[in-house]
T-cell receptor
Framework: AQSVTQLGSHVSVSEGALVLLRCNYS??????LFWYVQYPNQGLQLLLK??????LVKGINGFEAEFKKSETSFHLTKPSAHMSDAAEYFC??????????FGAGTQVVVTP | NAGVTQTPKFQVLKTGQSMTLQCAQD?????MYWYRQDPGMGLRLIYY???????DKGEVPNGYNVSRLNKREFSLRLESAAPSQTSVYFC??????????????FGSGTRLTVV
């Protein structure tokens, strides 16, 4: 079975500071890993994904994530937070049939 | 714009009432999904349809039924609504391409309140 655990339900960062959102996964098969973002009153949209190959994955809006098999982690980072990054972020893993299993989410607040 | 369309956007039901949430996609995707989102619990899969003509239960199917009407449309029905079904419901779609698995397109959601 597949599962993900997101550490921290709320994260507050200052504008211009590093954004770091933590995600650990459990998977019985080689994982496909994802980060999705949800802006207020909207659906989720794909931020980035890891399938195979390069372990450092770059996504939209300056975000990137690194797959570390030895640590079963897929943490999301952005070097410099912007006010527009305020949103909820979800880490997810697929099973072999393509169904996504989501983490509980991390709400990001950006302060001026 | 191509995407996933959900109707209605908001709904208030009384306990025991029934309703159907509609979802349509024009992405030419084979697979469709219904999730519910509750605070602190992320998104949980209710039902999914891997391809036209098939439906399967997800993690939390009790109290719900689905219909895959055709390739574009996948509806979710609450036969007798309960307060525990107060939630935000999301429909999503994806291709059957193995390399693209997990890359979903989501609708904007239906916010349902059962009183």
């Amino acid at each position: 079975a597949q599962s993900v655990t997101q550490l921290g339900s709320h994260v507050s960062v200052s504008e211009g500071a590093l954004v770091l959102l933590r995600c650990n996964y459990s998977s019985s098969v080689p994982p496909y890993l994802f980060w999705y973002v949800q802006y207020p009153n909207q659906g989720l949209q794909l931020l980035l994904k890891y399938t195979t190959g390069a372990t450092l994955v770059k996504g939209i809006n300056g975000f990137e994530a690194e797959f570390k098999k030895s640590e079963t982690s897929f943490h999301l980072t952005k070097p410099s937070a912007h006010m527009s990054d305020a949103a909820e972020y979800f880490c997810a893993v697929t099973d072999s049939w393509g169904k996504l299993q989501f983490g509980a989410g991390t709400q990001v607040v950006v302060t001026p | 714009n191509a995407g996933v369309t959900q109707t209605p956007k908001f709904q208030v039901l009384k306990t025991g009432q029934s309703m159907t949430l509609q979802c349509a996609q024009d992405m030419n995707h084979n697979s469709m999904y219904w999730y519910r989102q509750d605070p602190g619990m992320g998104l949980r899969l209710i039902y999914y349809s891997a391809s036209e003509g098939t439906t399967d239960k997800g993690e939390v199917p009790n109290g719900y039924n689905v219909s895959r009407l055709n390739k574009r449309e996948f509806s979710l029905r609450l036969e007798s609504a309960a307060p525990s079904q107060t939630s935000v419901y999301f429909c999503a779609s994806s291709t059957l391409n193995f390399l693209d698995r997990g890359s979903y397109t989501f609708g904007s959601g239906t916010r349902l309140t059962v009183v």
